[in-house]
């Protein structure tokens, strides 16, 4: 907890980092954030206390962590003043799509963690997959977890190409979810109840389902079948959609995600 931890950007996730570790005691002091935006750096200091500086100096040296958190296509703009204070620190990534070669390269450290979290991070309730470099420590591996654990779960993985899927389930996951709700808000203006009345019934239908998905130890199948009787409502639904090929649409759509990642990676990092 004297730890100081320092954020390379300062938009919503590494604002969503920040207000977690502020909630689990961290003082505000011991959070330095970049942040070239002036609205930006007013938001986080208002929001959270901490410090917000325009670019990058010395008092980077003193964090035992440093969290990259700017888009992918200004990650080799924003790390190239600030190479000289970061070498020491434990170097834990936020952004889609950068390499951790890039990252040892811009930072001058083989102490890499990437983490592709979601936006669900930001009340709490996130998913991160995580994937660490031979360098770093098993006690480096638990700081990055105590860091990430305010924003929701998360999940090693063995491979880097690995968080090329993460990013194509649960980091763009959040938008196919809110996808079908849509849909589901449409059917049932199609069905005479209102939009508001629609977005009520499907937002707490599906975060009750996700949440007894979560506390069951039966596979989504069988949580499946147990609503589904032969000749009702449920298996006209499911009828319709299996002939419609979602299933397949959406492992299709999925896969387009991962691939989309790849070249992000190929291209930035």
């Known amino acids: ?14 604002s969503a980092i920040i207000g977690g570790l502020r909630r689990a005691g961290w003082a505000a002091g011991q959070l330095l954030v970049v942040e070239p935006l002036a609205a930006q750096r007013e938001r986080l200091a208002a929001e959270h206390g901490v410090q917000a500086l325009a670019q990058g100096d010395e008092r ?19 790390a190239a003043p600030l190479k000289a204070w970061l070498g020491q620190a434990l170097q834990l990534s936020v952004m889609a799509g950068i390499r951790s070669d890039a990252l040892v390269a811009a930072s001058g450290s083989e102490h890499v963690v990437r983490a592709m979290p979601n936006t669900p991070a930001l009340i709490g309730q996130g998913m991160a ?24 779960r998360t999940l090693w993985v063995a491979r880097e190409t690995d968080l090329d899927a993460v990013t194509a389930l649960s980091g763009s996951g959040p938008a196919y979810f809110f996808f079908f709700v849509e849909a589901l808000m449409a059917a049932a203006v199609d069905m005479g109840l209102t939009a508001e009345q629609g977005r009520e019934l499907a937002l707490a ?3 009750g389902a996700a949440a007894l998905g979560l506390a069951s130890e039966e596979s989504p199948a069988t949580l499946r079948e147990r609503v589904t009787s032969k000749g009702g409502t449920t298996h ?3 009828t319709v959609l299996q002939a419609e090929g979602v299933d397949a649409a959406i492992r299709r759509a999925v896969r387009a995600a991962q691939q989309r990642a790849a070249e992000l990676g190929a291209q930035f990092g």
């Open 60 to 78: 980077l040296a003193g964090a035992a962590v440093v969290v990259w958190a700017v888009k992918p296509q200004l990650f080799a703009e924003a």
């Open 1 to 14: 907890m004297q730890e100081q931890i320092a954020f390379i950007g300062g938009g919503n996730m590494a």
């Open 129 to 152: 997959g995580l994937f660490a470099r031979p360098a770093v420590s098993a006690e480096q591996r638990a700081q990055v977890e105590a860091l990430l654990a305010p924003t929701g």
């Open 236 to 238: 006209a639904a499911l």
């Open 205 to 207: 239908t599906c975060a």
